[in-house]
């Protein structure tokens, strides 16, 4: 048996870990209200919202923040009559979409990178401390964090911590914040090219990375787009994932065993998804030791996809930072319209 390497190890750890968090289970089961997600091509789960939101950019406060604050409303239609109630009530929070945005002190470059972050992480101070300047200085783009539904700013009054109620066993309200995400992404995409940018890129990480996957599939698409340590075979995640065991337990207590679940993911679109977007406007970012999202299903839907250019990292799912020179590095050719 192979052994497991200090990713690998590390991942399996933090999945453990992951069980004291997770100790709410979901008690409302939708699964019998799951028709109008069934069985749609991804562009009918996934409707494009339309032109350029209205935008609220809100004035600086701090002198050392470099990040600029937008908010609009999210143009994002629930499918479901009984989520929608939700939608409007205990959940309002989400009605508002947030984006932090880093560009020159005056005017704007050509190119703007649109990241979205993974799940269950707090705000955009991560990123804006790290990963965000180095986009920005390395790619010569300007960049812009989208808020995942259910995280940050947009968490609702109940939620144990943040992105809590963003993917658990209640399946409609998990669907809806993943075509939530999508959308406010798309309406970004939207109101970044009404500035007048000549190219938008979209990079996601884990649960992001899969948003920048199905936004390649689906017109109008990015530019470009830079999944890192992601993939869209849900139904394989929930199985073999450790961080996703409260999702699979109270599954199972709803009386959904694993060939269920399977049926339930088959007919809904995203792992069948196929890319409109060209193979070398895309860089995948994988990592051979993943301990959540499997480099063999990587590596089957990389295959399905037409083998689009990929990169592969030592280490694990939450040790990709140690790779983020050579990463950056492949993404370098990405963007067109970069100032260097």
Same mark, same amino acid.
């Given at each position: 048996?192979? $052994?497991?390497?200090?990713?690998?190890?590390?991942?399996?750890?933090?999945?453990?870990? $992951?069980?004291?968090?997770?100790?709410?289970?979901?008690?409302? /089961?939708?699964?019998?209200?799951?028709?109008?997600?069934?069985? *749609?091509?991804?562009?009918?789960?996934?409707?494009?919202?339309?032109?350029?939101?209205?935008?609220?950019?809100?004035? &600086? %406060?701090?002198? *050392?923040?470099?990040? /600029?604050?937008?908010?609009?409303?999210?143009?994002?239609?629930?499918?479901?009559?009984?989520?929608?109630?939700?939608?409007?009530?205990?959940?309002? @929070?989400?009605?508002?979409?947030? =984006?932090?945005?880093?560009?020159?002190?005056?005017?704007?470059?050509? $190119? !703007?990178?649109?990241?979205?972050?993974?799940?269950?992480?707090?705000?955009?101070? !991560?990123?804006?401390?790290?990963?965000?300047?180095?986009? +920005?200085?390395?790619?010569?783009?300007?960049?812009?964090?989208?808020?995942?539904?259910?995280?940050?700013?947009?968490?609702? =009054?109940?939620?144990?911590?943040?992105?809590?109620?963003?993917?658990?066993?209640? %399946?409609?309200?998990?669907?809806?914040?993943?075509?939530?995400?999508?959308?406010?992404?798309?309406?970004?995409? =939207?109101?970044?090219?009404?500035?007048?940018?000549?190219?938008?890129?979209?990079?996601?990480?884990?649960?992001?990375?899969?948003?920048?996957?199905?936004?390649?599939?689906?017109?109008?698409?990015? /530019?470009?787009?830079?999944?890192?340590?992601?993939?869209?075979? %849900?139904?394989?995640?929930?199985?073999?994932?450790?961080? *996703?065991?409260?999702? @699979?337990? /109270? *599954?199972?207590?709803?009386?959904?065993?694993?060939?269920?679940? &399977?049926?339930?993911?088959?007919?809904?679109?995203? $792992?069948?998804?196929?890319?409109?977007?060209?193979?070398?406007?895309?860089?995948?970012?994988?990592?051979?030791?993943?301990? +959540?999202?499997?480099?063999?299903?990587?590596? @089957?839907?990389?295959?399905?996809?037409?083998?689009?250019?990929?990169?592969?990292?030592?280490?694990?799912?939450?040790?990709?930072?140690? =790779? %983020?020179?050579?990463?950056?590095? @492949?993404?370098?050719?990405?963007?067109?319209?970069?100032?260097?």
């Amino acid at each position: 048996m192979r $052994s497991m390497g200090y990713g690998g190890t590390i991942d399996a750890v933090i999945g453990k870990l $992951s069980r004291f968090l997770h100790l709410r289970q979901t008690d409302n /089961d939708t699964s019998h209200e799951l028709g109008p997600y069934l069985d *749609l091509s991804v562009e009918a789960l996934l409707p494009d919202p339309g032109g350029s939101p209205l935008v609220h950019r809100a004035r &600086k %406060l701090n002198p *050392l923040d470099r990040f /600029d604050t937008l908010s609009w409303r999210s143009a994002h239609v629930p499918r479901s009559a009984a989520y929608a109630r939700r939608h409007q009530g205990e959940y309002a @929070k989400n009605l508002t979409a947030w =984006a932090r945005w880093l560009r020159p002190r005056s005017g704007r470059r050509r $190119s !703007i990178l649109l990241h979205v972050h993974g799940w269950l992480e707090p705000g955009s101070w !991560i990123e804006e401390g790290t990963l965000l300047p180095i986009f +920005y200085r390395e790619l010569g783009v300007d960049v812009a964090h989208i808020q995942l539904p259910f995280h940050g700013r947009r968490s609702p =009054a109940g939620q144990l911590f943040h992105g809590e109620w963003f993917w658990t066993a209640d %399946l409609v309200r998990s669907l809806e914040a993943v075509t939530q995400a999508v959308t406010d992404v798309r309406s970004a995409m =939207a109101y970044f090219r009404a500035l007048g940018y000549q190219e938008v890129g979209v990079s996601g990480l884990s649960l992001g990375g899969c948003i920048a996957m199905l936004l390649a599939c689906v017109e109008p698409a990015p /530019d470009y787009v830079v999944p890192m340590i992601a993939h869209l075979e %849900l139904a394989e995640a929930v199985e073999e994932a450790p961080i *996703l065991w409260r999702m @699979k337990k /109270d *599954l199972e207590r709803f009386g959904i065993d694993r060939r269920e679940r &399977k049926a339930i993911f088959d007919r809904i679109p995203f $792992s069948h998804a196929r890319p409109t977007l060209e193979l070398d406007r895309q860089l995948w970012v994988a990592a051979r030791e993943d301990g +959540y999202l499997k480099a063999d299903l990587v590596e @089957k839907q990389w295959h399905e996809w037409g083998e689009p250019p990929i990169h592969w990292i030592a280490g694990g799912h939450m040790t990709f930072p140690i =790779a %983020l020179d050579s990463i950056v590095a @492949k993404m370098r050719p990405l963007p067109r319209h970069a100032m260097r």
